[in-house]
């Protein structure tokens, strides 16, 4: 079993910075991909970005240019560093980790248990 712990997040004024992190903990696994979604209510979860073991990135359009996403593969830790907020990225933070593990390996997608970002205009 993985679990994964959210820090960060809060209340930002628009323009505004905040960044969360993510980490991974349990035994015997390792990470593949990871990621941050973000939901509002009533609406469906949406992916902000994702970065493979190996650091490659991948942004949502609308978040691209304000937003990076890095990993601590040595910590098992996720961050997404959010820049120039606006109140449209209002929303409950999650992060998501796909991992190996078990004998013969095999893949599970675990998510945190999100984190509230408010911008305020």
Known sequence: QVQLVESGGGLVQAGGSLSVSC???????????????RQVPGKQRELVATITSGGST???????????????????????????LKPEDTAVYYCKAIVS???????????????????SS
């Open 23 to 37: 980490a991974a903990f349990g035994n015997s696994f390792s990470i593949n991909d990871m990621g941050w979604y």
């Open 58 to 84: 991948n942004y949502a359009d609308s978040v691209k240019g304000r937003f990076s996403i890095s990993r601590d593969n040595a910590k098992n830790t996720v961050y997404l560093q959010m820049n120039s």
């Open 101 to 119: 593990m078990g004998t013969p390996r095999h893949q599970y997608q675990y998510w945190g248990q999100g984190t509230q970002v408010t911008v």
